[in-house]
């Protein structure tokens, strides 16, 4: 059965960068979509980027489209979020859900069931 484990997350200053990893094991993700997801205290969870299972494309939230990029590697079965430029309003708890059998991602919750337990990222000088 498929798990996944963040890591990569950490401390950074304004500006700085991290690229947030999602690591499969148990299967592979080539027949899921992937997304990522954050929570900042007292915000609602936000989904800031998914990528679709082989041949879908990716969608990135407003709050981080041309800073934060998708990837994925099947040989390594992981997926990548890497985040540039980032800001304090970034520091949230990051998670990474699945979907299974999803072409196209989508940008809900609702729609994924397997989650990893969340890495956090905080930015501050």
């Known amino acids: 059965q498929l798990q996944l484990v963040e890591s990569g997350g950490g401390s950074v200053q304004p500006g700085g960068s991290l690229r947030l990893s999602c690591a499969a094991s148990g299967s592979t993700l080539d027949h899921y979509a992937i997304a990522w997801f954050r929570q900042a205290p007292g915000k609602e969870r936000e989904a800031i980027s998914c990528?679709?299972?082989?041949?879908?494309?990716?969608k990135y939230a407003a709050s981080v489209k041309g800073r934060f990029t998708i990837s994925r590697d099947s040989a390594k079965n992981t997926v990548y979020l890497q985040m540039n430029s980032l800001q304090p309003e970034d520091t949230a708890v990051y998670s990474c859900?699945?979907?299974?059998?999803?072409?196209?991602?989508?940008?809900?919750?609702?729609?994924?069931?397997?989650w990893g337990q969340g890495t956090q990222v905080t930015v501050s000088s």
């Open positions: 859900a699945a979907d299974q059998f999803t072409v196209a991602c989508g940008m809900l919750a609702r729609f994924y069931d397997i």
């Open positions: 990528i679709g299972s082989s041949g879908g494309g990716t």
